[in-house]
């Protein structure tokens, strides 16, 4: 069956990267655009970015250019999320999503000084 | 960056109807915005009922339907269960750059 898993959580303090992980089993990885989605503490789904896992093409919110970065390894059907320059209102449950229909359990990032 | 707008709240009595809506401040919500309808309960990860308006996923209960209605993508809930109580929420795609709305927190009572 279809399963998306990502990494653990994570803490970091302000000005810190992060780097979330999301490994695709059951279908095609190369299928589907990989989304990546945050959520912060008591708030709204928010869309951070996608990435074409044939050709590595990505797309970003406005919000996050120059702060996030998506990559995939298509070897082994991983998509990776880098965030950096962290700030407090990073804090947030990430999440990944195969073709914005198979979804991963979400990661917390937590910013925190 | 496109805003995308939904109702804050709405409430359904058990084995009612109701219409959730989607609009985007650049104008009428039409089929090349690929709408998407997702459901979130607490502590969970969203699940996805409808993409391109209103096409439904294998697990998509058949008491939810999508369609454009009146400028905006719209998601019906017929005969409401105490289950569907949850978060809900569109997301709208704008040549490649996705944007969701505020959510519509649906309460069934």
């Known amino acids: 069956q279809v399963q998306v898993v990502q990494s653990g959580g994570e803490v970091k303090k302000p000005g810190a990267s992060v780097k979330v992980s999301c490994k695709a089993s059951?279908?095609?990885?190369?299928?589907?655009?990989i989304h990546w989605v945050r959520q912060a503490p008591g708030q709204g789904l928010e869309w951070v970015g996608r990435i074409n896992p044939n050709n590595g093409a990505t797309n970003y919110a406005q919000k996050f250019q120059g702060r996030v970065t998506l990559t995939r390894d298509t070897s082994i059907s991983a998509a990776y999320m880098e965030l950096s320059s962290l700030r407090s209102d990073d804090t947030a449950m990430y999440f990944c999503a195969g073709g914005i229909r198979h979804w991963g359990q979400g990661t917390l990032v937590t910013v925190s000084s | 960056q496109a805003v995308v707008t939904q109702e804050p709240s709405l409430t359904v009595s058990p084995g009612g109807t109701v219409t959730l809506t989607c609009g985007s401040s650049?104008?009428?919500?039409?089929?090349?915005?690929?709408p998407y309808w997702f459901q979130q309960k607490p502590g969970q990860a969203p699940r996805t009922l409808i993409y391109d308006a209103s096409t439904k996923h294998s697990w998509t209960p058949a008491r939810f339907s999508g369609s454009l209605l009146g400028g905006k993508a719209a998601l019906t809930l017929s005969g409401a269960q105490p289950e569907d109580e949850a978060d809900y929420y569109c997301?709208?795609?704008?040549?490649?750059?996705?944007?969701f709305g505020g959510g519509t927190k649906l309460t069934v009572l």
């Open positions: 650049t104008g009428d919500v039409t089929s090349g915005h690929y």
């Open positions: 059951g279908y095609s990885f190369s299928a589907y655009y």
């Open positions: 997301l709208l795609s704008y040549s490649g750059v996705w944007v």
